[in-house]
């Protein structure tokens, strides 16, 4: 009777697990067709909510949509081509990409991402022949110089375009993990053991595993024996890979995609330091012609947040706390938190990775001046 009874405690369970569940996705079914709906007149905020939804072929759709009644709209193109490139439908992609390049010639997104598809169609000419027209019109272009590395064979060509990488990004350990391996495979010792060393000094938390490899590569690089330490270094290039400082550096020279957080007034936005860009295209087609002799001046509109990182700007040295619309004041007092819903945190955990510090700024003089490689 016992066991009869345990059957039917566990039979129920079961049966208000599948309803809460069917009640879920019905509800979860309920509020797409409803912010589908409201973006029925908008076929590119569709196809971003289509992506959300992980629904790729209708995205693909709603974007061809949105550049048939928008084709000056090189956002659109860029959405449409990173779709491509996720489907690896390489084709597609470069024959979009050069559609958007002949209504914006020059545009620095779209010809990265014209470069980034002829580097994954193993098309190397052309990938470095977009990359070095964007690097003359952007000489501080941190992603093209790093794909420029990614393409080169030439270890020459390799460390001249990872030392313009740490020109402008300086704290980045990825070039220099990089460029610690290619000088000492060329028994450069004094160089690798620089860049070597000056990770720990950026990243110094390494794990167990980490610390011994970097130990045993340091040491043989002291001793004079580079080819006996490079297999330490890669060891310990593979196992800094996981850190956080890594995921950072990694972060900060890909080609970034933040069109999603321009397209409401909301509390995920971009969080921006000093020296990024973002370009932004707009359709000016209908707006009235001018009288003879005027010209015409436009004025963004924008919504959002300025901290200065001065000693007297309250929580100047840190991004955190994070402003949003409902807060009281600024700082928020200890009881009051920034959203921590599932939507603001998949937004953290999305955009908001990049880690920086000051010491690019308090290093910047000390590391140029001790780089034996110049």
Not at 68 to 95: C, F, H, V, W
Not at 158 to 179: C, D, G, H, T
Not at 284 to 302: E, H
Request: glycine share 4%; aromatic share 10%; net charge neutral.
């Amino acid at each position: 009777m016992h066991v009869q009874k345990s059957y039917l405690q566990i039979f129920l369970i079961c049966i208000v697990a599948i309803f809460l569940v069917a009640s879920c996705n019905q509800q979860s079914k309920k509020n797409s067709e409803k912010n589908i709906e409201k973006t029925n007149n908008d076929p590119k905020a569709l196809a971003l909510l289509y992506l959300s939804e992980n629904r790729l072929d209708e995205a693909v759709a709603a974007f061809q949509q949105a550049i048939k009644m928008n084709p000056e709209d090189s956002a659109t193109y860029i959405g449409l081509t990173r779709l491509y490139l996720l489907q690896k439908n390489y084709d597609a992609a470069e024959n979009l990409c050069k559609e958007g390049l002949k209504i914006k010639p020059g545009n620095i997104d779209l010809k990265l991402l014209l470069a980034e598809i002829y580097s994954l169609k193993n098309d190397k000419e052309n990938a470095a022949k977009e990359l070095k027209e964007i690097i003359e019109k952007d000489p501080k272009n941190v992603n093209a110089y790093y794909l420029l590395d990614s393409i080169s064979s030439n270890q020459n060509s390799r460390k001249y375009y990872l030392l313009k990488v740490l020109s402008v990004a300086p704290a980045n350990i990825v070039p220099r993990l990089q460029l610690a391996e290619l000088f000492a495979g060329e028994g450069k010792t004094d160089s690798s053991l620089f860049y070597l060393q000056s990770v720990k000094k950026i990243a110094p938390g390494f794990s167990d595993a980490a610390e011994i490899s970097y130990q045993k590569a340091t040491s043989l690089l002291n001793a004079n024996t580079p080819a006996l330490a490079l297999p330490y270094i890669k060891q310990f290039h593979s196992l800094m890979k996981i850190t956080p400082e890594y995921a950072t550096g990694s972060d900060e020279i890909k080609i970034p995609d933040v069109l999603p957080l321009l397209q409401k007034a909301d509390d995920e936005y971009i969080i921006a330091n000093s020296g990024d860009q973002v370009s932004i295209d707009f359709d000016a087609k209908n707006v009235p012609l001018l009288p003879k002799g005027w010209t015409r001046d436009f004025l963004i509109y924008s919504e959002g947040w300025v901290k200065d990182g001065d000693l007297n700007t309250a929580h100047g040295q840190t991004v955190d706390p994070l402003p949003f619309h409902a807060m009281p004041s600024y700082p928020y007092g200890k009881n009051i938190t920034y959203p921590a819903d599932k939507a603001h945190r998949e937004y953290q955990e999305k955009y908001n990775t990049r880690k920086v510090s000051d010491y690019d700024f308090k290093n910047a003089v000390r590391l140029g001046m001790e780089d034996p490689s110049k």
